[in-house]
């Protein structure tokens, strides 16, 4: 498409009309496409603020996990503490180290479980 001036020197009460059909069909097309870019980017939005409701519920949920985690193994290690201090004789504390091997054991089961989690959630 070419570039042209068109220069009219008329009086005000004089009334001129142009038509140029290509220009018509020119708009509707732009029309259509704003129209198209504008559906895809409501569609982008939608999945971008779904994506994140998904990670704000994922991240909230492993916090959850990290507290309750948490005060299990501040639990598990007072028992522990507890369970070794009060052992009275040598088979007593032989029970109690059994005891608490088996609670760490747990608590670093429960640990990979979160780890996995966590995993999930970050690709």
Known sequence: MTDF????????ELHFTLMIPELDELR???RQGMQQLCALLRT???????????LTAA????????DALNTTLQTE???IVNALSGA????ALRDAAVDAVTRLGTLATSI???NTTIQGIIP
Do not use: C, K, W, Y
């Open 88 to 91: 009275g004789t040598d088979q």
């Open 28 to 30: 509707v097309e732009l």
């Open 59 to 66: 991240v909230q949920s492993v916090q959850t996990g990290f």
């Open 77 to 79: 290690m007072q028992e």
């Open 44 to 54: 982008i939005g939608d999945r971008m603020s779904e994506a994140a409701d998904n």
């Open 5 to 12: 001036n068109v220069t009219f020197n008329i009086p005000s």
């Open 112 to 114: 990979g479980a979160m």
